[in-house]
């Protein structure tokens, strides 16, 4: 039974993590206008990776053995899901539009699950296609807005390749991360992969320089980053790996679909965006997609997990 409510509860946290991602959009979007974005994703990351490694030591759960261990799953870890990601995304958007990178990494849930029944073995059913489908087709109406015209006027260049290379990063973080932490918690995995992933970031973002515009950001960038850092990255990287030890990588896949719908409402909150009917519908049908998928039921199972 306790484990059963450790479950349920996996569930409801796990939302957070797109609300806290789809916040990322948009306060990145503007700390970026004042400093670089490879000094903001290394100043992201290092602070998160300081307050995990505080949070670490202070839960005596530092364990130089197990990083022996596991030492090249967490690298690949950090190289694929903390420093390649962000270098390819921050790459892509100097060359392609942000709308071609959000179709391009709107397919995430679709490559996890397929890598999750393929080599982790885990369970494909008639219900996780059907949320699959749903989520992945009110995505396309949010992003596209509604507009044949916006989806006409696309063009793909060398942006779009550098997204693809950050989807196939994800991907793979995503899929090492069940593995690994099979042998270890889902906190020191946060705590290792982040910390070794700000360093790499660290190192680029001195050869982009600029460092003393820090100093000059403004009272709202510092805001933004200070959310960033605690939300989106401290908390939400941590509930990500957590999903992804307790329900499955297919499952917590199924939350990114929810990031670009948080992005959305976040952007018409706070930063005066406006919203269509469509995108409207194509939320609903993203919440509804992720429900159906995530949703425990006895039936619909179409291929039951495999044995050995």
């Not at 916040?23 to 903001?40: D, M, Y």
């Not at 401290?234 to 939350?255: D, P, Q, R, T």
């Not at 929810?258 to 005066?272: D, R």
């Not at 939320?283 to 291929?303: E, N, P, Q, S």
Request: glycine share 10%; aromatic share 12%.
């Amino acid at each position: 039974m306790e484990k059963n409510n450790q479950i349920n509860g996996i569930y409801f946290w796990m939302l957070f993590v797109p609300l806290f991602w789809g916040g990322a959009f948009g306060a990145a979007g503007h700390v970026v206008t004042e400093i670089s974005p490879f000094i903001a994703a290394a100043l992201r990351f290092g602070a998160a990776s300081i307050i995990l490694l505080g949070i670490v030591w202070l839960r005596s759960e530092w364990k130089t053995s197990v990083i022996k261990n596991h030492w090249r799953g967490l690298a690949l870890m950090a190289l694929t899901g903390i420093f390649g990601y962000n270098a390819f995304f921050f790459a892509a958007l100097e060359h392609t539009s942000a709308i071609n990178g959000s179709l391009i990494m709107a397919t995430t849930p679709v490559f996890v699950t397929a890598g999750a029944v393929l080599f982790l073995k885990e369970t494909w059913s008639r219900q996780l296609g059907i949320g699959l489908f749903l989520s992945l087709t009110g995505v396309f109406l949010v992003i596209i807005k509604g507009s044949i015209q916006v989806l006409s006027s696309l063009s793909f260049n060398t942006g779009d390749l550098l997204f693809v290379a950050g989807l196939i990063c994800w991907v793979v973080h995503g899929l090492i991360g069940k593995k690994v932490m099979t042998g270890v918690s889902p906190l020191f995995t946060t705590t290792v992969t982040m910390t070794s992933g700000s360093l790499m970031l660290l190192i680029v973002s001195f050869y982009t320089g600029e460092w003393e515009r820090v100093l000059q950001m403004s009272g709202q960038s510092v805001i933004e980053m200070i959310f960033m850092i605690i939300c989106s990255t401290v908390i939400a990287f941590f509930l990500w790996n957590k999903g992804i030890h307790e329900i499955g990588a297919s499952k917590s896949s199924m939350y990114m679909n929810l990031v670009p719908i948080n992005a959305a409402w976040i952007a018409v909150a706070f930063y005066g965006s406006k919203m269509t009917l469509v995108q409207v519908i194509g939320m609903a049908m993203v919440i509804l997609g992720v429900y159906i998928a995530t949703k425990k039921t006895k039936t619909g199972v179409l291929f039951q997990k495999k044995a050995g």
